[in-house]
């Protein structure tokens, strides 16, 4: 079998040099973070949408906007969302955000999301889903990424009016405190603020990440593997949309992209971990089925 190496573009795997070059610079300054870069990276290279669950001052938008200062020609869009935010407030009609909006950015980062409104909430269902917003035409928008973090944890008390946006994420990640002593006296002496020392790739280079990563094959024991995880979280009372398993499939695609492989291995498998559980009570259950297929 011939290796990816030997079959892709030479600037794709140009590009993903880059991106484990990035990585990595990532990970020397952002301690304990290797598992939300490695899902944001997936996130924007897969088209993908991402929300991060949190307390305050855990770098849940700091590693976001590190990684975004990568990439050469970006638009980013930085929102604080509250009680009162319309939608309007969101665009770059809105004087305050100084011409910047979702409806004119590749990647958008709102915070406090479910703190907004419900008719706002559900106003960005198409332009997660489809990429479009009415104004009052439908245009397309250049949107690549919609991230969102919130300090709440969701469960199953969460109104169920918002559950088809919450689903839009396909990502999603806990993030926790620094935990190992020895990285939280790392974490003490950061004196300085991240800098991106000059490494970039270009926005367009994302879209031949993508093309690139639809050629890896999917092995008919995956298929399997993927319909005996389903049977184990249904029996843990774990239930994932027909829509967050079909687009698992391009999450595992990437992720073996990446990582230089020609077709999906048991080590993609993991990659998909944050993309099983919908409350915040399934995570223990989807990583303990994870853990015991691919271990």
């Excluded at 419900?118 to 690549?144: F, H, V």
């Amino acid at each position: 079998m011939n290796s990816v190496k030997e079959k892709e573009p030479k600037k794709a795997g140009f590009i993903r040099e880059k991106l484990i070059t990035i990585k990595k610079k990532l990970n020397s300054y952002f301690i304990e973070r290797s598992e939300i870069i490695e899902t944001i990276i997936l996130s924007i290279a897969s088209r993908k949408h991402m929300i991060l669950v949190g307390d305050p001052g855990l770098a849940k938008t700091g590693v976001l906007k590190a990684f975004s200062k990568h990439i050469k020609g970006l638009r980013f869009f930085d929102y604080q969302m509250t009680p009162l935010t319309e939608i309007d407030s969101l665009l770059s009609k809105n004087k305050a955000n100084m011409g910047q909006g979702i409806d004119k950015c590749e990647i958008a980062l709102i915070d406090e999301f479910f703190k907004g409104p419900s008719p706002t909430l559900n106003s960005l269902l198409s332009i997660m889903n489809e990429r479009i917003i009415y104004a009052p035409q439908p245009a397309a928008i250049p949107l690549i990424s919609l991230f969102a973090t919130s300090n709440e944890k969701p469960d199953k008390s969460s109104g169920a009016a918002l559950l088809p946006l919450y689903d839009r994420f396909l990502l999603r990640n806990e993030v926790s405190p620094v935990k190992d002593p020895k990285n939280f006296t790392k974490l003490l002496n950061i004196a300085e603020e991240y800098s991106y020392g000059g490494i970039e790739i270009n926005i367009g280079d994302l879209d031949l990440i993508g093309q690139s990563s639809a050629f890896i094959k999917v092995p008919e024991k995956i298929y399997n593997i993927m319909h005996h995880i389903r049977e184990e979280l249904l029996n843990k009372q774990v239930t994932v949309s027909d829509r967050r398993w079909r687009e698992t499939i391009r999450i595992m695609q990437v992720n073996a992209f990446l990582n230089c492989r020609d077709e999906i291995s048991m080590e993609d498998i993991k990659s998909i971990e944050s993309s099983l559980w919908t409350f915040y009570s399934d995570i223990r259950s989807v990583k303990s089925v994870i853990k015991k297929l691919i271990t």
